[in-house]
């Protein structure tokens, strides 16, 4: 398909401009190893002063760019899209980690559902703003509701794991096939280290938090809370779960805007 752009900058060909890279509102800057790499595929010359992580004021610029006219405006389409992404899931994961404050571990497994195209994009940016992308660390065994569907039940699906030792294992409790505290018994007897109440329900929370603490073992085993938790619930939240697991909150986060101004013709 001819591309337009080929021949409106047909007059200035040859030619190249400097082009600021600025924020448009504040937030935590991620993306730009993927950045780069669209500068490199583009062919344009890509100079950053900030890094991933790094606080970004409104208007505060983070780098510049030289290229020929068609590839400022393909940069504008290119880069800037991985950069405002990847920096809006990062400031969300930065405030859900900010508003637990230390007394809950966020975590963000979404990324895993993410087209191929962007899911290592999205799984950096959740860790750039701090956050974790696992419920726990490798070795691990999640044994969610399809796993326990197809082994029979929790008792059966930990009995399957039995000679993973070194492994952590966590169960997925939805109460479908009994209640909550039933779950929770037979997981806790069946050896399982972390407990994902993944139903959104405060009360099930509450069911599995009373439950461990009636058997002794809540300071022995790891509770999850997951299901459509908003970063306005995290304080709360925070006080009873010790881990929360925000999916949509992180990933769907609005995009952190940036702008492209050309400042000057470079030669």
């Known amino acids: 398909m001819r591309d ?156 399957a794991c039995a000679s993973f030792r070194e492994y952590t294992k966590v169960v997925q409790l939805r109460g479908e096939s009994a209640t909550v505290a039933w779950e929770t018994q037979a997981a806790v007897r069946g050896g399982a280290d972390i407990l994902m109440v993944d139903t959104g329900a405060r009360e099930d929370l509450e069911c599995c938090l009373s439950e461990l603490a009636a058997m002794g073992c809540r300071g022995h085993i790891k509770v999850a809370f997951a299901g459509n938790v908003k970063l306005t619930d995290i304080p709360e939240l925070s006080e009873r779960a010790d881990i929360l697991c925000i999916g949509k909150e992180i990933v769907d986060a609005p995009l952190l805007d940036w702008k492209l101004d050309v400042m000057r013709e470079e030669c």
């Open 4 to 159: 337009i752009r080929d021949d409106l900058f047909r007059s200035i060909y040859g030619r190249r401009f400097r082009a600021a890279l600025t924020a448009e509102r504040a937030g935590v800057l991620a993306g730009t190893e993927a950045a780069k790499a669209q500068a490199d595929e583009l062919g344009i010359e890509l100079e950053l002063c900030k890094a991933d992580g790094e606080e970004l004021m409104h208007g505060e610029r983070i780098g510049t760019l030289v290229a020929a006219a068609k590839q400022v405006a393909l940069a504008e389409e290119r880069m800037i899209g991985a950069l405002a992404k990847a920096s809006g899931i990062a400031t969300a994961a930065r405030t859900a980690v900010l508003m637990a404050d230390g007394r809950a571990e966020i975590v963000s497994g979404s990324w895993k559902k993410m087209p191929p195209q962007i899911k290592e994009l999205v799984r950096g940016a959740i860790l750039t703003g701090g956050a974790n992308c696992r419920i726990a660390e490798q070795p691990m065994i999640y044994l969610d509701k399809n796993y326990i569907r197809m082994l029979g039940s929790i008792p059966q699906a930990l009995a």
